[in-house]
């Protein structure tokens, strides 16, 4: 059988805008009682009743967050949804809505866009969100997503970064680092398949690496999990930026300071294997990479009880006062400041 050399394309312009939204949206179904209205008129329209509503929205750029020469469209439009979705989950909320924006150039295909939305829709599907509207256009160059999650939860229930004391404790769930060394392992591949093209990536050594970039989780189950447990915490963000920048935040916000504690980090054996493989040190892989999308929180004291020995969480250091100033201790024992040497965008 010969291989298919030129894979059906659709020229964007034989549909219109308006004939590309109802082609791309077509198999979004309504999964939400507050959803009155959704795709296909001026506005949604949602109806939360007695519910808070929290709201969150990220951009994807191509060529600074994502290279489609090892991101597979579909793995993107999944990506993007969970990263949004990740931002509810760290208000403590349960994510019910998105909609999504596009913006594309004449070098997509339509079958290129129908990728993209088969991981759309697989994540929505997957998250139980709506995808209640948004807007396509052109772009000069490359492809841009824009994703705006809402969610849903009572009053009580929401959990803000500044609320830690210092006394709390510092927990995070999964572990870290995994998904920044998975972008080194392909930023790898792709340098040797551009010197030698015919060359075949074995990457059976990096499955759970590669997994941690291509497509991560948001954490949707640690609400459920803290519910279960009976604890609220007292402050929360997701690990999208590295883990030191996400705890500076924490501590800036809540006017704490914070010992973190190398020993106690939670890494993947897989993780330290690769990391001596491209000899670079574990810890600040861990601390400095993003992108692991898990949730990093405080509880008090009085909640140690109920969280000691749970396999979903990791207890990695504790609050202190503002003036002791924000440090990884060693497992020499040593002292030393915590910077945020995470991944900046408006850096790259």
């Known amino acids: ?19 590309l939204i109802e082609h791309l949206t077509k198999n979004f179904t309504i999964q939400q009682p507050s959803t ?42 999944y990506k993007a949804v969970v990263v949004n979705v990740s931002d509810i989950c760290a208000m403590n909320a349960k994510a019910t809505h998105i909609t999504v924006s596009v913006a594309v150039s004449n070098r997509f295909p339509l ?19 709506d995808v209640i509207g948004g807007d396509t256009t052109s772009s000069q160059k490359g492809l841009i997503i824009s994703i ?5 939860a009572d009053a009580d229930e929401i959990v803000y970064r500044s609320g830690a004391q210092q006394t709390d404790l510092l927990v995070v769930t999964g572990d870290i680092g995994a998904a920044y060394m998975g972008l080194k392992v392909l930023e ?10 015919n060359s075949q990536p074995d990457l059976d050594a990096y499955t759970y690496l ?15 999990l803290l519910h279960a447990l009976e604890i609220k915490p007292t402050s929360m963000i997701d690990i999208s930026d590295g883990l030191s920048s996400e705890i500076i935040h924490i501590c800036k916000q809540s006017k704490v300071g914070c010992n973190l504690y190398e020993d106690k980090l939670p890494l ?12 670079v040190d574990s810890t600040t892989m861990a601390i400095n990479g993003g992108e692991d999308y898990e949730l990093l929180f405080t509880i008090g004291m009085a909640d140690f009880e109920k969280i000691k020995g749970n396999p979903n969480f990791t207890i990695i250091g504790h609050m202190t006062q ?3 100033g924000i440090h990884l201790i060693t497992r020499a024992d040593t002292k030393i400041p915590l910077k945020a040497r995470g991944w900046d965008a408006l850096s790259e």
Do not use: W
């Not at 990220?58 to 469209?73: K, N, R």
């Not at 792709?190 to 030698?196: G, L, R, S």
């Not at 590669?210 to 459920?224: G, M, N, S, W």
């Not at 993947?268 to 000899?279: A, R, S, T, Y």
């Open 1 to 19: 059988m010969i291989e298919e050399k030129n894979p059906q394309r659709t020229s964007l312009s034989q549909l219109g805008e308006f004939g």
């Open 111 to 129: 079958e290129a866009l129908d990728e993209l939305f088969e991981g759309i829709t697989y994540a929505a599907n997957e998250y139980k969100v």
């Open 36 to 77: 009155i209205k959704g795709i296909g008129d001026d506005a949604a329209v949602l109806d939360f009743g007695s519910k808070k509503v929290v709201v969150s929205t990220d951009i994807l750029i191509e060529g600074v967050h994502f290279d489609l020469s090892y991101m597979p469209l579909k793995h993107l439009g």
């Open 188 to 197: 790898r591949e792709k340098e040797v398949f551009q010197v030698n093209p």
């Open 268 to 279: 993947d054996p897989q993780l330290i294997n690769v990391c001596e493989e491209f000899n």
């Open 210 to 224: 590669i997994e941690r970039q291509l497509k991560p989780e948001a954490r949707k189950d640690i609400r459920t």
């Open 148 to 152: 705006t999650a809402i969610g849903e």
């Open 322 to 324: 503002e003036s002791e």
